[in-house]
């Protein structure tokens, strides 16, 4: 998580395509994308303001990342002291979108399409 200094505003990515994820799974930059627009289009009670929700549209580095084209990243800022000095300290890295998903194998989608 990147985080700049004096604002309260600390930015991380969400999904990143093509990469395996801590559940060992992989998304396209498609089904990224759709799931951001869906998650964008809803109400959250996360106890922090998202100021921005976006698709990396090229290769960039944020910080002192580098974000593939087709990444999710969540720009939040923070206003509960606790939480900032968590996030601050490094005892809270990370940002998730507490999505859940179905897994489906290559072997049973191919025969779902037979």
Request: aromatic share 6%.
């Amino acid at each position: 998580m990147e985080i700049p200094t004096g604002d309260r505003l600390a930015t991380g990515l969400i999904y990143e395509p093509d990469v395996f994820d801590a559940e060992g799974c992989v998304y396209s930059a498609e089904t990224i994308r759709a799931a951001c627009e869906r998650w964008n289009g809803q109400n959250h009670d996360l106890g922090v303001v998202v100021v921005s929700s976006v698709i990396a549209d090229t290769d960039m580095t944020v910080g002192n990342s580098a974000v593939k084209a087709g990444s999710w990243l969540v720009t939040v800022r923070v206003d509960n002291d606790e939480t900032w000095q968590q996030i601050t300290s490094g005892a809270l890295t990370g940002l998730s979108i507490g999505g859940y998903a179905v897994k489906v194998h290559e072997s049973n989608k191919e025969n779902d399409n037979a």
